[in-house]
T-cell receptor, first 113, second 115 residues
Framework: RKEVEQDPGPFNVPEGATVAFNCTYSNSASQSFFWYRQDCRKEPKLLMSVYSSGNEDGRFTAQLNRASQYISLLIRDSKLSDSATYLCVVNIIQSRRGNQFYFGTGTSLTVIP | NAGVTQTPKFQVLKTGQSMTLQCAQDMNHEYMSWYRQDPGMGLRLIHYSVGAGITDQGEVPNGYNVSRSTTEDFPLRLLSAAPSQTSVYFC??????????????FGPGTRLLVL
């Protein structure tokens, strides 16, 4: 079973739409959670960390549900520049071996004019 | 700061050839790692290091070696390239390895084709 599962999409939405991505993780020992953004043929870049209480950064809202082992990302008022692949990432700290990060396969978003 | 740099950007190898993918960071990060990214598979961890002289295997280590002689550099060696190693390789680093919420910074990637 994969550590992180995401709906690969693709999601094609019009400008101004609200879109939500979901992600589940299998290891209850997961400690930290992130959403990364990856543009075509580029490296992943941190979009936002996900905190237990939920957090917002402008048009982006991330939620974490530890009981259900579920992470979400909501994008409001979609812009053309939001078109990218969004990666769900969990971090498991293993006492001797330090961090290991596990990536979902990514959800593709295309915002249409 | 240059951040995380990788060389080469592109490489074509023949089956059986060996090569080293270079990775360097100038942020004094303790934690460095190598991933490969394949369509439909996401990023998978190959090897990682929590500091100079310390390395460990990730999810898909077979066919790859690493060493960490300095904090800055973390080269990945392909011992005998195989077509299954055709992929995009990313190096990443983060400041610590025991703290929560550590952000990873990625290099621009190396696209490798093995014929």
């Amino acid at each position: 079973r994969k550590e992180v599962e995401q709906d690969p999409g693709p999601f094609n939405v019009p400008e101004g739409a609200t879109v939500a991505f979901n992600c589940t993780y299998s290891n209850s020992a997961s400690q930290s959670f992130f959403w990364y953004r990856q543009d075509c043929r580029k490296e992943p870049k941190l979009l936002m960390s996900v905190y237990s209480s939920g957090n917002e950064d402008g048009r982006f809202t991330a939620q974490l549900n530890r009981a259900s082992q579920y992470i979400s990302l909501l994008i409001r008022d979609s812009k053309l520049s939001d078109s990218a692949t969004y990666l769900c990432v969990v971090n498991i700290i293993q006492s001797r071996r330090g961090n290991q990060f596990y990536f979902g396969t990514g959800t593709s978003l295309t915002v249409i004019p | 700061n240059a951040g995380v740099t990788q060389t080469p950007k592109f490489q074509v190898l023949k089956t059986g050839q060996s090569m080293t993918l270079q990775c360097a960071q100038d942020m004094n990060h303790e934690y460095m790692s190598w991933y490969r990214q394949d369509p439909g598979m996401g990023l998978r961890l190959i090897h990682y290091s929590v500091g100079a002289g310390i390395t460990d295997q990730g999810e898909v280590p077979n066919g790859y070696n690493v060493s960490r002689s300095t904090t800055e550099d973390f080269p990945l060696r392909l011992l005998s390239a195989a077509p299954s190693q055709t992929s995009v390789y990313f190096c990443a680093s983060s400041y610590g390895f025991r703290g929560l919420g550590e952000t990873q910074y990625f290099g621009p990637g190396t696209r490798l084709l093995v014929l």
